[in-house]
Structure formats: C-alpha cells, structure tokens
C-alpha cells in the first residue's frame, strides 16, 4: 500500500506562484507513474498533469501550458508540481494520485485509473 501526502498549497494573488510536493510512502514509488488533478467546488476532479515512473511527461491541457510543470524525484519519493502566473480560476484542492502497472513510460490521464490518492491540499488565488 502506498500513502501520499501533499503540501505546499496555500493563499496566493493572481500572477504568483506555488509548488506543491507530494511524498509517497513504500519502496515502491520508482515504478508508480504520478498524476496531479484539482478539483474546484461544485466542479468534477480534473487531470492537471502526470509524469511516468521514468520521467515521461506528455499530456499538457491547455489550462496548464507554460505556466505549470510536473517533476518527481525518485530518491525522495516526491513529486513537484510548480505552478506560475497563477489565476482565480486555479483556486481548487489539488490531488496527488499514483498507478502502478503502466511501466516506465507511460501513465494514465482518467481519474478511475488511479489506485492511490492523497488528501488534498487547496490553492487559492485571489483576484
């Protein structure tokens, strides 16, 4: 079983931004591909970005382009998301989720694929 925590939310202006970390428990997190999702109230849990246990990284919604990056650090069982040039639209409880099977390359992007979440931790950018 894998346990994920993150951290690293918190209240921002418009144009700031975070990094938020998120530390997997188990010796098992090098081959888990990593994904982060968000979801606003009332809204349903969206993909934000994921990276394959190898570092791969392909899928970048276009709410995410050039302002967010994803990176994980298999030596400290923790993935990065950076987030720049935040906007209001951004405030939501950002997830850290993993999947175990897809190998070194790749990932899923859908939410159900996922066996492992975190708790959560809110973003919120004020106008």
């Known amino acids: 079983q894998v346990q994920l925590v993150e951290s690293g939310g918190g209240l921002v202006q418009t144009g700031g931004s975070l990094r938020l970390s998120c530390v997997a428990s188990?010796?098992?997190?090098?081959?888990?591909?990593m994904g982060w999702f968000r979801q606003a109230p009332g809204k349903e849990r969206e993909f934000v970005l994921a990276i394959s246990a190898g570092g791969n990284v392909a899928h970048y919604p276009d709410f995410v382009k050039d302002r967010f990056t994803i990176s994980r650090d298999n030596a400290k069982n923790t993935v990065y998301l950076e987030m720049n040039s935040l906007k209001p639209e951004d405030t939501a409880v950002y997830y850290c989720?993993?999947?175990?099977?897809?190998?070194?390359?790749?990932?899923?992007?859908?939410?159900?694929?996922?066996?492992?979440w975190g708790r959560g931790t809110q973003v919120t950018v004020s106008s």
């Open positions: 989720a993993g999947a175990k099977g897809y190998g070194s390359r790749w990932y899923p992007i859908e939410k159900g694929e996922y066996d492992y």
């Open positions: 188990g010796r098992t997190f090098g081959s888990i591909a």
